[in-house]
T-cell receptor, first 116, second 114 residues
Framework: GAGVSQSPSNKVTEKGKDVELRCDPI?????LYWYRQSLGQGLEFLIY????????KSGLPSDRFSAERTGGSVSTLTIQRTQQEDSAVYLC??????????????FGEGSRLTVL | AQTVTQSQPEMSVQEAETVTLSCTYD???????LFWYKQPPSRQMILVIR??????QNATENRFSVNFQKAAKSFSLKISDSQLGDTAMYFC???????????FGQGTRLTINP
């Protein structure tokens, strides 16, 4: 596709349920990032994938959060047993370059998660 | 750990005026990259301008320019001849050469009034 695609655009769930958020990066981009943006706040780094390297999971806030990237392309962020504090916009970004190149990140429009 | 600070939560100016958004950062690294991203109400983040720390010359992109002061660890964004379409959240961000994650400031909400 022309840009980074994220789905669903909006997700409302009940506390305790599991959710999956999907990111389809720009074709050919080797780097993929997940960020979380709480209401009116900056972006909090969650996880980074670069090619076939082990992902940097240092930003995941708890073991309820996990992510995978299949075939070096599509990524899924999974939140288990959702809590109200998980409510936020989850942004995915991809980049052509990887570590150390300081390349531009291209962002999707985000998935807004609301946990009731 | 690197940190990015934007001290102006909100700013408001009249159309056609010039506005400067402040950003400071903290790092012990010598080689790194700095960015300004714009997030309009549509939510999609868009790169405004990028600066490589080893370059002394300030980056410019049309009406957008930066004042990069490496010793002071300051990276401000100047918007000249502001337009209504410049209304957005603006985020300053940092990436060091050895790392992979972009560290963001808390953002400045800029409103351009007609």
């Amino acid at each position: 596709g022309a840009g980074v695609s994220q789905s669903p655009s909006n997700k409302v769930t009940e506390k305790g349920k599991d959710v999956e958020l999907r990111c389809d990066p720009i074709s050919g981009h080797t780097a993929l990032y997940w960020y979380r943006q709480s209401l009116g706040q900056g972006l909090e780094f969650l996880i980074y994938f670069q090619g076939n390297s082990a992902p940097d999971k240092s930003g995941l806030p708890s073991d309820r959060f996990s992510a995978e990237r299949t075939g070096g392309s599509v990524s899924t962020l999974t939140i288990q047993r959702t809590q109200q504090e998980d409510s936020a916009v989850y942004l995915c970004a991809s980049s052509l370059e990887g570590r150390g190149f300081g390349g531009e990140l291209f962002f999707g429009e985000g998935s807004r998660l609301t946990v009731l | 750990a690197q940190t990015v600070t934007q001290s102006q939560p909100e700013m408001s100016v009249q159309e056609a005026e010039t506005v400067t958004l402040s950003c400071t950062y903290d790092t012990s690294e010598n080689n790194y990259y700095l960015f300004w991203y714009k997030q309009p109400p549509s939510r999609q983040m868009i790169l405004v301008i990028r600066q490589e720390a080893y370059k002394q010359q300030n980056a410019t992109e049309n009406r957008f320019s930066v004042n990069f002061q490496k010793a002071a660890k300051s990276f401000s964004l100047k918007i000249s001849d502001s337009q209504l379409g410049d209304t957005a959240m603006y985020f300053c961000a940092f990436m060091d050469q050895g790392a992979q994650k972009l560290v963001f400031g808390q953002g400045t909400r800029l409103t351009i009034n007609p």
